[in-house]
T-cell receptor, first 111, second 116 residues
């Protein structure tokens, strides 16, 4: 079945440094979503990418979808302490229905 | 507006017992998903409803797990003969029907199930 892998598992940065997490799927995706989960919280939707090579920005966050629609990345510029949490990608290989989540990248930010 | 509501927030049950977990989706969201999450892992897909019907139940681990959504709104996840391995946070999410995928799914706060 479809597998989604994320690296790194953990990332510790100093406040102000940049952060990137990578997501790779074993199959070609129809779309990919990114979620953020704070400690003790539930996943919160950040964005969905649909088109090959798509790049979307949300303030300091930049999301990319690979040309082959099998990988994606999330880049945070100049991290802040409010960025701490676990970032999950979730990919769907159909036009509707279930998404397969990666195991996330946990970001900690030292002030 | 109100988000996805899940009850109870915590449930402790004895091995072998039956449990029901409830999910109230956002009003107007036709798609509803159940996931479960173990510590340190990403959410694991269980079942997806489009309206009243289970469009994809391929993630249900075995026949002890069953979910319904009789009126296309509230959903109940039912687990029979619970086992210690069923312990996890059960998450419900809902979204508007999105032709190009699941769209912006809103998650509830989850039910933490502990089987002792």
């Amino acid at each position: 079945g479809q597998q989604v892998m994320q690296i790194p598992q953990y990332q510790h940065v100093q406040e102000g440094e940049d952060f990137t997490t990578y997501c790779n799927s074993s199959t070609t995706l129809s779309n990919i979503q990114w979620y953020k989960q704070r400690p003790g919280g539930h996943p919160v939707f950040l964005i969905q990418l649909v088109k090959s090579g798509e790049v979307k920005k949300q303030k300091r966050l930049t999301f990319q979808f690979g040309e082959a629609k099998k990988n994606s990345s999330l880049h945070i510029t100049a991290t802040q302490t409010t960025d701490v949490g676990t970032y999950f990608c979730a990919g769907s290989d159909t036009n509707a229905g279930k998404s397969t989540f990666g195991d996330g990248t946990t970001l900690t930010v030292k002030p | 507006g109100a988000g996805v509501s899940q009850t109870p927030s915590n449930k402790v049950t004895e091995k072998g017992k039956y449990v029901e977990l409830r999910c109230d989706p956002i009003s107007g969201h036709t798609a509803l998903y159940w996931y479960r999450q173990s510590l340190g892992q990403g959410p694991e897909f269980l079942i997806y409803f489009q309206g009243t019907g289970a469009a994809d139940d391929s993630g249900l681990p075995n026949d002890r797990f069953f979910a319904v959504r009789p009126e296309g709104s509230v959903s109940t996840l039912k687990i029979q003969r619970t086992e210690r391995g069923d312990s996890a946070v059960y998450l419900c999410a809902s979204s508007l029907w999105a032709p190009l995928g699941t769209g912006a799914a809103s998650f509830g706060s989850g039910t933490r199930l502990t089987v002792v």
